[in-house]
């Protein structure tokens, strides 16, 4: 077990003050928290402009680091899978997605996650437990070290997506407190303009994230536009049907800045919700209520032992083309890093797949900084 204190899941005030208990000036905070999450070092003994004895009793009451890299897959496309373990040994992945204009991090909010949508293969885990504030700070803290070197800025900036394992909107406070100690500028400055989060439909927190003042952009999983099939693919539904899930996007909408759309995710799995008439009813469903939403299409990523297959190409050009027919923004999400589970419901601390495990880290990056 780990008692020490985890100090990557501090704010800067927070630091301040824990460095003040242990009778510090409040510099030291200061220091530390950069030294924590703008250098991004993930060990005591390389803050070498703390004195000695300071970092060596800082290694008895606290650690910088939590999180252990047990493996790293590199796809084709250039998309990273990290396969980290908590101190309790829990799995946590992240994903690193290179992309033209910003790289994109994809990370996890709980280690398993307690819904059952059939699609996707992390419920095939279940809940292990919410992350803490601290440990997901650190899948980012690792993934930007291990894509740029330690502590270096990144050249075009990181867009951060909380669509890896879990349901966020279940760990809400660990989540927005990640993001304000994120934001900060002293810290990795990625501010919630920059961060989108999925919910499956945890309808009051949607309404708590309206309220919040600086909060990340909104994204919801849909993947059925009819109550009967949306409870079978996501049980979910059974306690927030889409009537409620609609409502509160409604509110939610009251608060979008100017510009800012919310996001609805299909996942489109073959022959089950990807016919012509699921499309006109998705269409009607989005427009009844008028919602200034885009839709993402996300053809399913097929994984042993889940029962479905993507839907084909056709399939999905047509379903889009009724959707715009119809006024709604359609974008099809191009599936990132399936050969190595990477992709979106493929999280399940898979082992082996064409990998390239840490040992063959390219030169000048280190994961264990
Ligand atoms: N629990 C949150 C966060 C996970 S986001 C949520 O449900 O929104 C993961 C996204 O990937 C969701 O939009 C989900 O619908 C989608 N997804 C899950 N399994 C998938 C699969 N096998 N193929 C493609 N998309 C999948």
Not at 188 to 195: C, E, F, Q, T
Not at 293 to 311: C, E, G, T
Not at 326 to 339: A, E
Request: hydrophobic share 40%; aromatic share 6%.
């Amino acid at each position: 077990m780990n008692q020490r204190v985890h100090l990557t899941g501090l704010d800067h005030s927070e630091l301040v003050s824990f460095v003040e208990q242990l009778g510090l000036p409040a510099y030291r905070g200061r220091q530390i928290f950069a030294a924590l999450q703008n250098r991004r070092l993930r060990n005591f003994d390389n803050m070498t402009d703390l004195p000695k004895e300071l970092r060596a009793r800082l290694t008895q009451v606290a650690s910088a680091s939590t999180l252990t890299v047990e493996s790293r897959y590199v796809s084709e496309d250039g998309t990273r899978r990290y396969l980290m373990r908590t101190h309790d040994n829990l799995p946590v992945e992240t994903v690193f997605i290179p992309e033209e204009r910003r790289d994109t991090i994809c990370f996890s909010s709980q280690s398993g996650c307690p819904l059952q949508c059939t699609f996707c293969l992390t419920a095939q885990l279940g809940l292990l437990r919410s992350l803490t504030a601290g440990e997901i700070v650190e899948q980012i803290i690792v993934a930007l070290n291990d894509a740029y070197g330690i502590g270096v800025k990144p050249p075009r900036g990181t867009n951060l997506v909380g669509m890896g394992a879990g349901e966020p909107f279940l760990n809400f406070d660990s989540l927005l407190k990640a993001l304000r100690i994120m934001a900060s500028l002293e810290g990795l400055h990625i501010v919630p303009n920059r961060v989108t989060v999925s919910t499956a439909g945890v309808v009051p927190r949607i309404l708590d994230l309206a309220n919040v003042p600086d909060r990340p952009h909104l994204a919801i999983s849909l993947a059925a536009p009819t109550d009967e099939l949306r409870n079978e693919l996501m049980p979910i539904n059974k306690k927030w049907p889409l009537e409620v899930l609609l409502s509160a996007c409604k509110e939610f909408e009251k608060t979008l800045r100017p510009g800012e759309r919310f996001t609805f995710e299909y996942v489109m799995l073959r022959d089950v919700n990807d016919s012509e008439e699921q499309a006109r009813q998705l269409a009607n469903l989005l427009n009844r209520y008028g919602l200034q939403a885009k839709v993402n299409l996300i053809p399913h990523n097929p994984a042993d032992p889940l029962p479905y297959q993507p839907s084909s190409e056709e399939k999905v050009v047509l379903f889009r083309s009724i959707l715009e027919a119809k006024g709604i923004h359609t974008f099809v999400r191009r599936p990132r890093g399936r050969d190595i589970f990477a992709a979106c419901g493929q999280l399940a601390a898979k082992q082996g797949a064409t990998n390239q495990v840490i040992g063959s880290l390219p030169a000048g990056t280190s994961l264990s900084a």
